[in-house]
């Protein structure tokens, strides 16, 4: 609500998808000519759970004032059901359309030139497991911000690289950030975390354990199991010699890469300074 650009890391269960399903609804009601993009790294996760959560919510919001309702409760319910909603495609391609041309939609893709065709006064994107969408998406959703659209990222930290961990490292300026740990999440909410979870699994796992960091308190880890080199070191390296430059000599360090899911890496060596 108050940030045209915010990033939130989450631990896991803590509602993130309810969240970010209900933010779109949020947005589609309050603004006129609104259209809310949903988006997340792999189909399923739109239509099996984004989705998903956008048409219950709906179904919910026409159930009326309920026989034991507060009355707060079933005054809620009066004004959920005088919104009007019109019933939610079953496809979140087709999604949610209003008949003065406001919408929400869902969909995941690999294709930049998709996300960047959206245009309108009021337009919020939103990006749920965020940390596993492809750069490239990023920077397309990015470039929709040129007409002041607005973006919510939503995501475990299961990346220590990436749009989205830089949206809490070196671009953290530019973002509003939130951080939830399990012990943020309220206890006694079914399907929700919980802190006896959590003191549990700092037991087993450890505090070292970046198992422990990324689903238990919501925060980037400082090893991953795959690291040659800790992460931390290399952070702490670069902050070190930030400013270092030795000579003008230039070396180019190149690793090609064959099988299995490795990149090739090209690597420029400037003055001291790795780019």
Not at 215 to 223: K, Q, T
Not at 231 to 254: C, Q, Y
Request: hydrophobic letters at 40%; proline letters at 5%.
């Amino acid at each position: 609500r108050d940030g045209d650009r915010v990033s939130v890391k989450s631990c896991h269960k803590a509602g993130k998808s309810l969240t970010a399903s209900t933010a779109a609804l949020w947005f589609a009601s309050c603004f006129p000519q609104a259209r809310v993009v949903l988006t997340a790294p792999t189909h399923r996760q739109v239509k099996g759970v984004l989705w998903k959560e956008v048409r219950r919510l709906i179904r919910a919001s026409k159930a009326g004032p309920r026989p034991g309702d507060s009355p707060e409760e079933a005054r809620r319910a009066v004004i959920r059901q005088a919104m009007g909603w019109p019933d939610p495609h079953v496809s979140p391609d087709d999604g949610l359309q209003f008949e003065d041309g406001r919408e929400i939609i869902g969909f995941s893709t690999v294709e930049p030139e998709r996300m960047a065709g959206f245009s309108g006064p009021n337009q919020l994107f939103i990006a749920d497991e965020a940390s596993g969408i492809p750069d490239v998406m990023h920077d397309a959703i990015d470039s929709a911000r040129a007409g002041g659209a607005k973006v919510l990222m939503i995501s475990n930290p299961t990346r220590a690289e990436g749009y989205f961990f830089d949206s809490f490292g070196k671009n953290a300026e530019f973002w509003k950030n939130i951080s939830i740990s399990a012990y943020d999440v309220p206890s006694g909410i079914q399907g929700l975390t919980n802190a006896s979870w959590a003191a549990q699994k700092l037991v087993e796992w450890g505090v070292q354990d970046a198992r422990y960091q990324v689903r238990v308190l919501g925060e980037f880890a400082s090893e991953y199991d795959d690291d040659v080199i800790p992460r931390a070191l290399l952070t702490a390296h670069l902050i070190r010699h930030e400013h270092t430059s030795s000579s003008n000599d230039v070396v180019v360090g190149v690793d090609p890469a064959r099988y299995g899911q490795d990149d090739s890496v090209i690597a420029v060596n400037v003055g001291g300074r790795i780019s």
